[in-house]
């Protein structure tokens, strides 16, 4: 599976973003695909996953009810939608899938896309 996330840029505080997630390849395989987010220095943060049949949706809680996850499967795309953006929401963001299960476990992720930069300025 190959993914390529897009939809990264430069936005005001309380500001609103959309990041896409295309996939390609073996598709079928994909049981779930997950959001993180990495600052320099610290570890790679879940943000929210969907699962890949059933749609099902889940957060970590920094960004409940702020952030949305929505997939089209047609289009073999994920979407994270981000509102109320807050400084601290700076980050690389990557997507990923599992081909297994749908968690939240960074290791747990099979094949990751190359990231996009979120910048918030405050």
């Known amino acids: 599976v190959q993914l390529q996330a897009f939809g990264g840029g430069l936005v005001q505080a309380g500001g609103s973003l959309r990041l896409s997630c295309a996939a390609s390849g073996r598709t079928g395989s994909i049981s779930a695909t997950g959001w993180f987010r990495q600052t320099p220095g610290k570890e790679r943060d879940f943000v929210g996953g969907?699962?890949?049949?059933?749609?099902?949706?889940y957060y970590a809680d920094s960004v409940k009810g702020r952030f949305t996850i929505s997939r089209d499967n047609a289009k073999n795309t994920v979407y994270l939608q981000m509102t109320s953006l807050k400084f601290e929401d700076t980050a690389v963001y990557y997507c990923a899938v599992d081909t297994s299960r749908a968690g939240s476990i960074a290791t747990a992720y099979d094949y990751w896309g190359q990231g996009t930069q979120v910048t918030v300025s405050s």
């Open positions: 969907i699962t890949w049949s059933g749609g099902f949706t």
